[in-house]
């Protein structure tokens, strides 16, 4: 990435499998990658006979060298569904693994192993928030470490209405506070919490709502998120103190088919979107493809398309290393796809 510069030719330097025929589970989906010092790279997902299925455990792989690692489950914290790990390497050299568990979403809970080795081997889990139910911390993408030394982790709960906040860290993931909802309104139901205030319009949220955001700050206490959604575009909320405090989310120009995105901040100030550009509630999850953004997110221009085939393409993580950016994706559910990407 040339610093400075702007770039929308993507030079895709690795592409492959993180594991092959050799799994040991039906199904997987929900990968989450971080870098670790010496070039490395972690991975986890869930994985299973099925989403939701009382076998489902979080799963990881380590790539050293030339190779993943064989896949390997993290301790399982109890014997029901777990679902959508996190990875985040904290600046002390640990690595962060948050995932949630529970039987439905409504009950999701939200634990965390720690590594203190670069991702070989991980401590027992334990709750991140005591007596959560619904899910705290980051529900999909990566915390991000704001100017002033704050975590904050991307969040959302998904029950009959859906809604988007972030939950902050001021003590290095060991206490967590919960934002404001981000403000919208669901049309169905005239009293949400995030939205009172908000009149009915033509515009009001037909469907669920917004969940899973990915976060970028542009200048120190100035925050932005884009997120899924029930409305076949990717919506957009900013805040200007530090994340505490969320703008109504507003569309944007950008499709999303109710499947889950990312994004990371590149280290030229310019920003790399992951997502399926399909438009519609439930829409299909192909292509899927990499933009670029030199102007904080106003607009985005197409740089790579990773897949277009028939199949299930979805859910991709990004990651920003000093010269090249790192995804993973799921590949119809089979695999765990990953891709290392120079833009010149």
């Known amino acids: 990435m040339r610093a400075g510069g702007f770039a929308v030719n ?49 799963w990881y792989s380590r790539r050293s060298g030339e190779r993943w690692s064989s896949p390997r489950p993290i301790l399982a914290a109890e014997p029901l569904p777990h679902w959508n790990p996190v990875l985040f390497p ?21 634990f965390v192993v720690k590594s203190a080795d670069n991702g070989r081997t991980w401590t027992e889990p334990v709750p991140l928030v005591e007596g959560d139910i619904g899910g705290r911390g980051p529900v999909k993408n990566k915390p991000i470490v704001l100017h002033d030394g704050t975590w904050l982790a991307p969040a959302s709960v998904e029950s009959d209405v859906w809604d988007a906040f972030a939950d902050m860290s001021r003590d290095g993931g060991k206490t967590w506070t919960k934002s404001a909802l981000v403000p919208i309104r669901h049309a169905s139901v005239p009293c949400a919490e995030a939205a009172a205030a908000l009149p009915l ?19 120190p206490g100035v925050v932005h998120m ?43 100030g310019a920003l790399a979107l992951v997502c399926n550009p399909v438009s519609g509630n439930w829409a299909e999850r192909t292509p899927l493809t990499l933009f670029v953004s030199e102007d904080n997110g106003e607009t985005w221009k197409e740089a790579l398309i990773l897949e277009d085939g028939p199949g299930e393409f979805s859910y991709p993580a990004v990651v920003c290393g000093r010269e090249h950016i790192f995804i993973t994706y799921t590949w119809k559910r089979e695999r765990i796809a990953f891709c290392q990407i120079r833009l010149e």
Not at 92 to 109: A, F, M, V
Not at 201 to 219: V, Y
């Open 226 to 268: 884009l997120l899924r959604s029930t409305e076949g575009y990717i919506y957009r909320s900013d805040s200007t103190d530090g994340g505490r405090s969320w703008s109504p989310a507003y569309r944007t120009s950008m499709p999303n088919n109710n499947s889950g995105i990312d994004l990371v901040k590149l280290n030229n």
């Open 10 to 58: 993507a030079n895709v330097l690795r592409k492959e499998f993180v594991f092959g025929d050799e799994r040991p589970f039906q199904s997987c989906h929900a990968s989450t990658l971080a870098l670790v010092p010496g070039g490395d790279i972690v991975a986890a997902w869930f994985a299973g006979t099925q989403e939701g299925a009382n076998d489902v455990r979080i």
């Open 90 to 110: 904290a600046i002390d050299g640990t690595i962060h693994l948050y995932y949630k568990i529970g039987r439905t979403i409504p009950e999701w809970r939200t």
């Open 201 to 219: 319009t033509a515009s009001s949220f037909k469907g669920k709502g917004i969940i899973q955001p990915a976060l970028w700050e542009s200048r």
